[in-house]
């Protein structure tokens, strides 16, 4: 039998799986509701079309029951125990039951904090009756099946009339910490069955797509996780309601996961990410393109994807047990567990690389500690940042980037630290100590500069300027390097601030260099940064 379907259940003499009345009756559930069951006796857990549904809330509605069912398949027919906190789901194959019951093994269901229980029927097939509770049930079955074709929800004024769409459009501000699809399912889980999530990049933004089963589900995540900080001052969600009404996924991997479809394939051929948290989504007609592809890199356990799709690896710390916060506006998620944080450079141009250039460049991703150029081997440095995200964001946005007529060729080095040379032996300044620097950009908490993390471009973003300096001045600091000046624009509202634009990439790079920290007069020093604007 179901667990514990005994209970809900009338049978004849014998409440055995060899002779079982043909009539289930639950008239303490549901008055005289009564459903038929045809076909032969099964013995418990083989696969049936019939699922059953067990410790649902008690103010379970049926829409919310068939849309367990519905990412699978269609479902042809319900049977509503509402007095016992159970349901019977009838799929229109087995095929379909089946991967929904191996799915929700995996994944355990939730409606409004309720875990849900899902289990093979022991019986082929439901017949329903007209009383009252039943067809109710019925019109809930026609209302929801009318906007699905084949178990996935389709535009039109059907859906509209359904509600708010199942696909939730997710856009993380203040990027600063990895944000990976894992990441993403754990915390919406919170909300109901995530099935499907693709990660990717847009307008230098990481962003994904998540379908649940229902709109409601995707409204309660909506209305509770909008404006969340996932981690303490950084990587704000900013929460909408797609246009789509369903995704469709051709690869489970670090950036794309249909956890209805564990045997997609990952898609190995698919070019390689060096980042999860900068992880585009390459899957094909989405993007063809992106500043973060290039080789990929070994990381440390801490960025490693399970690519099987199913089960979720754990999350550390408070991540793993979720607990929303009233007024904090955060999430609270716990730090990183410190990582690698020393970077090797290789393909530097000896006769032009300094520490300072390095410190200047590496700076804008995370607060250099220290920066050794080798001694017998100038074409090499390490770099040792603040800590192992700091080093995988500017290896991820830096990796391929060309300095000095060279692109660099950056990996995570074998050592934790970059050694000071020892007293008395000089090393002609190729190590410089930056710990106690005044110019790093990310000491404080919170600091709206971890809003301003973008990948080189070739418009630059320039703030703190004095009131007596004028467009041509700054034109004309930023041609005397010999670099091509192609537009310039001061903020509308605020002129401490502009717009410049090189010649390419590679001269904002060097003109970002050159001019950070330029002394303007009036005790102001000029910041530069990369922009994700153009002019």
């Not at 549901?30 to 410790?55: A, M, T």
């Not at 585009?280 to 799709?309: D, E, K, R």
């Not at 754990?314 to 009233?326: D, V």
Request: aromatic share 8%; with cysteine.
């Amino acid at each position: 039998m179901d667990g514990s379907v005994h209970q809900d259940i009338t049978v004849g003499t014998k409440r055995g799986s060899d002779e079982l009345f043909p009539y289930i009756m639950s008239t303490a559930a549901n008055g005289n509701d009564s459903k038929k069951f045809k076909g032969d006796i099964r013995s418990p857990g083989l696969p049936s079309r019939v699922i059953h549904v067990r410790k649902l809330p008690s103010d379970i509605t049926e829409a919310e029951v068939i849309s367990l069912g519905l990412p699978f398949g269609t479902v042809t027919n319900l049977l509503m125990l509402k007095a016992k906190n159970q349901a019977f789901i009838e799929m229109n194959t087995e095929e379909a039951a089946q991967t929904m019951v191996s799915y929700y093994s995996s994944v355990t269901p939730v409606i409004r904090n309720h875990p849900i229980f899902v289990q093979f029927s022991n019986h082929k097939e439901l017949k329903t009756d007209n009383s009252p509770n039943q067809v109710r049930a019925q019109a809930a079955l026609q209302a929801v099946n009318a906007s699905h074709t084949g178990g996935l929800p389709m535009g039109g004024p059907e859906a509209a009339m359904m509600g708010p769409s199942p696909v939730l459009r997710v856009v993380v501000d203040n990027l600063f910490y990895p944000v990976t699809l894992d990441v993403l399912h754990q915390i919406f889980s919170k909300f109901g069955t995530v099935l499907r999530i693709i990660t990717f990049t847009k307008n230098n933004q990481f962003q994904a797509l998540l379908q649940y089963p229902d709109g409601l589900s995707a409204q309660n995540a909506k209305l509770t996780l909008d404006g969340q900080n996932i981690y303490n001052g950084c990587c704000t969600l900013r929460i909408s309601f797609s246009k789509l009404t369903s995704l469709n996924i051709k690869y489970n991997n670090d950036k794309s996961r249909d956890y209805t479809r564990p045997d997609l394939p990952t898609g190995d051929s698919q070019p390689a990410i060096e980042h999860p948290a900068m992880a585009a989504a390459f899957t094909p007609g989405l993007i063809s393109a992106s500043p973060y592809a290039g080789a990929a890199h070994a990381f440390p356990p801490t960025f490693t994807i399970q690519q099987a799709g199913l089960p979720v690896p754990a999350l550390p710390g408070a991540l793993a047990s979720l607990s929303l916060p009233g007024a904090a506006g955060r999430l609270g998620f716990p730090p990183l567990p410190p990582g690698n944080c020393v970077l090797l450079i290789s393909n530097l141009n000896p006769e032009r690389v300094t520490p300072h250039c390095l410190f200047i460049l590496f700076g804008v991703y995370g607060d250099v500690m220290r920066v050794k150029i080798l001694f017998n081997k100038k074409e090499n440095a390490l770099i040792q940042m603040s800590d192992s995200t700091q080093a995988q964001l500017a290896m991820s946005h830096l990796n391929g980037q060309r300095l000095h007529a060279r692109p660099l060729r950056i990996t995570l080095s074998k050592h934790t630290s970059v050694q000071l040379p020892r007293e008395g032996h000089e090393d002609q300044g190729l190590t410089k100590d930056y710990s106690n620097s005044p110019l790093h950009r990310f000491k404080k908490p919170g600091s709206k500069n971890y809003s301003n993390i973008f990948p080189p471009s070739s418009t630059l973003h320039l703030s703190n300027i004095p009131p007596s300096v004028v467009e041509d001045d700054l034109k004309l600091l930023f041609a005397s390097s010999g670099a091509k000046v192609k537009a310039f624009k001061f903020f509308q509202k605020d002129h401490k601030m502009a717009l410049i634009q090189m010649g390419s990439v590679e001269e904002a790079i060097e003109s970002l260099i050159e001019f950070h920290n330029h002394d303007l007069g009036e005790n102001h020093h000029l910041r530069v940064s990369f922009s994700k604007s153009s002019i």
